[in-house]
């Protein structure tokens, strides 16, 4: 810091902060669940959380509350649907959640950053965490904390708001762990990420994109930080790595950031997945309707386009 003194700013030496009784490590958050208890023992929302049956509840507070009052909930046995005003309240209250509670039991569900009418498609990390959301309520995978039971869902209010295609939480990830011998091998598991709409490219660079050399498979899911390289011998996965992007070279071990620790597990990258029937009906619909014939008869013919979500409604049954 600077400080004016005699007409010249004159340069302070910083000093040292020490922060003692702190167990967490570099990059992970800092635990407050002793905080959680005292905020608690408040007798007045002791007296709330302490009421099972209650179905409506107005409390006035400070903002800071919020995360204590949801941690509260779920310390007694709830599942939390949060819901705020803002993307960024959103990603504020689930970095609050995670000095409470266990992080990996707390997940945001993101609303699009486009419009459901406009011609454009949602990112595909964004579908990716929708998708990796509603997997995990509906079917959670117990032996693995990143794709296990939740305890609090963090939503904007948009992403609530917004009619979605019904049974995205039954679609299936392609999943691959180190000695899984696969039926249909590496082969199947291709026609698998087509299916879900990743990408077949000759070098992978973004989420969404997979591609094969020999009996190497690269895969970026949408969820994860870093793209996942899959060995194969023969019918088997012979390993599971992470790499960078930028060299194309594996990263060293689980310890470092970033390093795949629960093999291989990517959610689809659109919600609007082109199955036959979809496909049936924007062929039927590109002749009805010719001047969405572009993007109807690309769909038809079973390959993915900007903006085909906005055509949801009228491509399948009915909206959630």
Known sequence: RTYPGDGAAQAQT?????????????GEPLSLAG??????????????????????L????????????????????????????????????VAALGSLLDGDRVALYPSWETLPHERLSPRADTVGRR?????????????????GPLDVVVAPVRSIL???????????????????????????????????????????????????????LDVFPPTEEHPVRVEWWGDTVEEVRAFKVSDQRSLGGPSEP????H???APPCRELLLTPDVRERARVLAQT????????????DGHPVEGMEALAPVLVDELQ
């Open 35 to 56: 905080l959680l208890d005292v905020v608690t023992g408040d007798p007045a929302l002791a007296r709330v959380l302490a009421t099972p049956t209650v179905t409506g």
């Open 162 to 216: 917004q009619p979605q295609v019904p049974g995205l939480g039954d679609l299936e990830p392609v999943a691959l762990h180190e000695g899984d011998d696969v039926d249909g091998g590496l082969d199947g598991v291709v026609r698998r990420l087509v299916d879900i709409s990743y990408a077949r490219v000759e070098l992978v660079e973004k989420r969404g994109e997979f591609a094969v050399r020999g009996g190497i």
């Open 131 to 147: 998708l990796a959301v509603l997997r995990r309520l509906k079917h959670p995978n117990a032996d693995d904390p990143a794709t």
């Open 58 to 93: 107005d409390l006035t507070g400070p903002v800071g509350l919020r995360p204590f009052v949801i941690a509260g909930l779920v310390r007694q046995g709830r599942t939390v649907l949060a819901v705020t005003a803002t993307g960024r309240e959103a990603e504020d209250l």
């Open 14 to 26: 910083p000093r040292s902060l020490a922060v003692r009784g702190s167990s967490a490590l570099p």
């Open 263 to 265: 093999g291989l597990w």
């Open 258 to 261: 970033g390093a795949q620790s």
């Open 289 to 300: 309707h010719p001047e969405l014939a572009e993007i109807c008869v690309k769909i038809a």
